[in-house]
C-alpha cells in the first residue's frame, strides 16, 4: 500500500516530491515539521512534498482527501 501511495504522490506532484532519503532524514529533524504523532510513534515519513504556494497546499490537502475548510 505504501508503494502504491508514493507511486500516486509522484505522478501528481512530479520533482516536488521526493523520497530521498537524505531529505526525509534532514527534514525530520526539524520538529515543527513532523507530525507530531509521527514523532511518537517513531515512524519515519514516507516522502518530502514541497509546496511553494498556498495553492500547493490547497491542492495536497484535497490529493490527500483532507477538507481545507478542516483549517478555518
Do not use: H, Q, W
Not at 20 to 33: F, G, H, M, V
Request: charged letters at 35%; proline letters at 4%; glycine letters at 6%.
Amino acid at each position: 500500500m505504501e508503494l502504491n501511495l508514493i507511486k500516486r504522490f509522484e505522478k501528481e506532484f512530479g520533482d516536488r516530491f521526493t523520497t530521498d532519503e537524505r531529505i526525509i532524514e534532514e527534514k525530520s529533524k526539524a520538529p515543527y515539521l513532523v507530525s507530531p504523532i509521527l514523532s511518537k510513534m517513531g515512524k519515519k515519513a514516507l516522502g518530502v512534498l514541497f509546496a511553494k504556494d498556498e495553492e500547493d497546499v490547497l491542492n495536497i490537502l484535497k490529493f490527500s482527501g483532507v477538507s481545507p475548510n478542516y483549517f478555518i
